[in-house]
């Protein structure tokens, strides 16, 4: 399948056999029993490898894998509340919504309005900032309180893992000298 008259060539062990003809190439490739795989066919002249080429698919493929099991997938969770939601079903949602974090969740925090309700978005926003308050030694706020029609939304991100807000900074040497003298 290669269609020009030279190639630079690798030989099975790495080495560069340099700029030989495709016949030659293709001898010493059926020589050490392995196929002539072209892997630069824009380099002029392109660079042929001999190489096991079943061995060199399943070699990839398999780090293909391992690279697809190491990815993380960061999923959005939601808990649904109403301006009505009393304190005590709002801490059911709320460790829920804790739990998820700690997993290394996304949580969206809804609040739906009915009826009336919409003249009140002021009794959501304390909601939900309430509930920042509570998980804000795990989360950060990723999208502050917005109405979105009939819908009052804010998304939870999981906090870095290491920095967490409520910790003071460690003080450094030349403050804690100020201190003492």
């Known amino acids: 399948m290669i269609r020009v008259p030279e190639v630079r ?3 099975p062990g790495g080495e560069n056999l340099g700029v030989v003809s495709i016949s030659e190439a293709l001898r010493i490739a059926r ?3 392995l ?3 072209e892997v630069a066919p824009g380099a002029t002249p392109p660079v042929c490898r001999v190489m096991d080429f079943g061995k060199f698919l399943y070699e990839r493929a398999k780090k293909e894998r391992e690279a697809k099991k190491a990815q993380t997938k960061i999923e959005v969770k939601e808990i649904r509340l109403r301006p009505k939601t009393n304190e005590h079903h709002r801490g059911f949602k709320t460790r829920d919504a804790r739990r998820w974090l700690m997993e290394g969740n996304k949580v969206k925090v809804t609040i739906r309005f009915r009826g009336r309700e919409v003249t009140y978005p002021e009794l959501a926003l304390e909601d939900l900032r309430e509930i920042a308050e509570e998980l804000a ?3 950060t706020i990723e999208q502050p309180p917005a109405m979105e029609g ?3 939304s804010m998304v939870l991100s999981p906090a870095k893992p290491g ?4 910790e003071a900074p460690a ?3 030349q403050s804690a000298g100020e201190a003492q003298s």
């Open 150 to 152: 009939r819908v009052m």
């Open 35 to 37: 196929d002539l795989v």
């Open 163 to 166: 920095r967490k807000r409520s």
């Open 171 to 173: 003080p450094t040497a």
């Open 31 to 33: 020589e050490a029993e």
């Open 137 to 139: 030694d795990i989360a």
């Open 9 to 11: 060539l690798i030989g």
